[in-house]
């Protein structure tokens, strides 16, 4: 491993990223409001890394194969360990869904070090960013209806049973209704939408550098 590119700025920002993991999910954890606050606030901190590393590699001219390995990793393990967290905090998110999203990332995850390993390099897509990009908003959401719902929310019976599309809003509810169900149901309708673009981009990402996988060609002597 290149130690000396390690302590590259943009590969220190990617490793504060997965330092602050631990410490978001001790404060994920405890359910008051003012612990789940600050895993709000490091959250976003740690976002906020991730555009940094970025943008830090392209003005210090520091770009690098670790660099486009250890970012979108970190992205990866921070995402995961937060689905993982809500799962465990929010029963009404099913574990398929962190099952779909934890299969694309090992994906990703393989195809890049096996594409290191070869010497290939590979791009994180446009759409890629996008999808990154709405994990981590949605996250932001459902960290502050988890803050503002508080732990102690009574939870209908229909939606304990698993009758999701009760939580949809009809004509006839007041707004008191409307609210106290996305507090309930918005955590579930956001991660189905992340599940979709995850496993979209996951497609994506399979069709376009399928050729990674491949053996390595050994050609006949003539």
């Not at 956001?190 to 994506?204: K, N, P, Y």
């Not at 990402?205 to 060609?217: S, T």
Request: hydrophobic share 55%; aromatic share 12%.
């Amino acid at each position: 491993m290149n130690v000396r590119g390690l302590l590259e700025v943009p590969n220190l920002l990617s490793l504060l990223r997965i330092v602050l993991i631990p410490v978001f999910l001790y404060f994920i954890f405890i359910p008051t409001m003012e612990h789940r606050l600050w895993a709000l606030v490091i959250f976003i901190i740690a976002s906020v890394t991730d555009f940094l590393d970025g943008w830090s590699a392209r003005k210090l001219k520091q770009e690098s194969e670790l660099g486009k390995f250890l970012d979108p990793l970190a992205d990866k393990v921070l995402v995961i360990s937060t689905l993982v967290a809500f799962l465990l905090i929010d029963y009404l998110i099913p574990l398929w869904m962190i099952i779909v999203i934890i299969g694309r990332d090992v994906l990703v995850t393989v195809m890049r070090y096996v594409a290191v390993k070869k010497g290939m390099s590979i791009r994180t897509s446009r759409f890629g960013k996008i999808k990154t990009a709405f994990q981590m908003i949605s996250i932001l959401v459902i960290i502050m209806i988890f803050i503002v719902r508080g732990a102690n929310m009574t939870i209908p019976e229909e939606i304990m049973k698993g009758h999701y599309m009760s939580l949809v809003p009809a004509w006839s509810v007041t707004i008191s209704d409307m609210h106290d169900k996305w507090l309930i149901a918005g955590p579930y309708w956001l991660m189905l939408v992340v599940t979709i673009l995850t496993a979209w981009s996951g497609i994506r990402y399979l069709v376009f550098n399928w050729r990674v996988l491949l053996p390595p060609y050994k050609g006949k002597d003539k």
